[in-house]
């Protein structure tokens, strides 16, 4: 196998079923014992310690994420409007959470870093749990690399955005978090109908793999879909801001004299 073979990823390489199997349980234990390491080091650290860790982890994401479009331009057999945009943009919810974690360390905002958090812990939680690429080949060429660091840093860079304060979920201030989720739709939508350059980058469309998978009607999948977004997104919330959630009001008494 050439370097050339290796990057463009163009080597036969046969699929298998790699789910669970050594590789991916390897990297699953690096990633969950590399997010224990950097919370409880820099547990007391200064912030500006702590920005370095995301400077550092967003800067290796923009090096994966800009050789695969490099790479994709030398592969692309042509480069009109539609191409170059399904290169150059973000489309399936990963990679748009690999922007997002990017984006959140020159924002450097509560509200940014809580709806990157959410979003992309979600997208690298399915992904680990089910992972669909990066694992399904006997060799590891690029293209695998590319998804299994990805997925590996979005879910470390999501996780240490909590675990090293960055973020503080707040009912009274979560219709910014909501204002960020309705962008992240708009987006979607827009790439499937108007740029046409993704099916279903937030897996809400008919005929999904995880419709599939649940084995349901797509009218019960949305509204298992619409639950589950409500469930997960709250449980940040209700845990972060369980002091005022869960406050106990007690009326003043009477002194009796």
């Not at 090096?63 to 191409?83: G, Y």
């Not at 909501?178 to 708009?186: D, E, H, K, N």
């Not at 469930?231 to 972060?240: E, P, S």
């Amino acid at each position: 196998m050439s370097f050339e073979e290796w990057i463009l990823s163009s080597y036969p390489n046969p699929s298998i079923n790699g789910r669970w199997g050594l590789l991916h349980i390897l990297v699953l234990v690096f990633c969950i014992g590399l997010i224990l390491l950097v919370s409880l080091t820099l547990r007391k650290k200064s912030e500006k310690a702590k920005r370095i860790v995301l400077w550092v982890l967003a800067a290796l994401i923009l090096v994966f994420e800009v050789t695969r479009r490099i790479v994709n331009f030398i592969k692309a057999d042509t480069l009109d409007f539609n191409s170059v945009m399904h290169i150059l943009l973000p489309r399936p919810w990963c990679a748009i959470s690999c922007w997002a974690l990017m984006l959140s360390t020159i924002i450097n905002k509560k509200f940014f870093y809580n709806f990157t958090s959410i979003t992309s812990l979600l997208c690298a939680l399915v992904f680990f749990a089910y992972p669909g690429v990066g694992f399904n080949n006997e060799y590891i060429l690029f293209e695998n690399l590319y998804s299994i660091a990805t997925h590996s840093l979005v879910l470390v860079m999501s996780i240490l955005l909590i675990t090293l304060r960055f973020t503080k979920f707040e009912y009274k201030n979560c219709w910014k978090e909501a204002i960020c989720f309705v962008a992240l739709l708009i987006y979607a939508l827009l790439e499937i109908y108007v740029l046409k350059i993704e099916s279903d980058p937030m897996y809400f469309m008919p005929g999904n793999d995880v419709m599939e998978i649940l084995g349901v009607n797509y009218g019960a999948f949305l509204a298992i879909y619409i639950v589950f977004m409500l469930v997960y997104f709250n449980i940040f919330y209700l845990i972060d801001d369980r002091k005022t959630v869960f406050r106990k009001r007690v009326k003043p008494h009477k002194n009796v004299g």
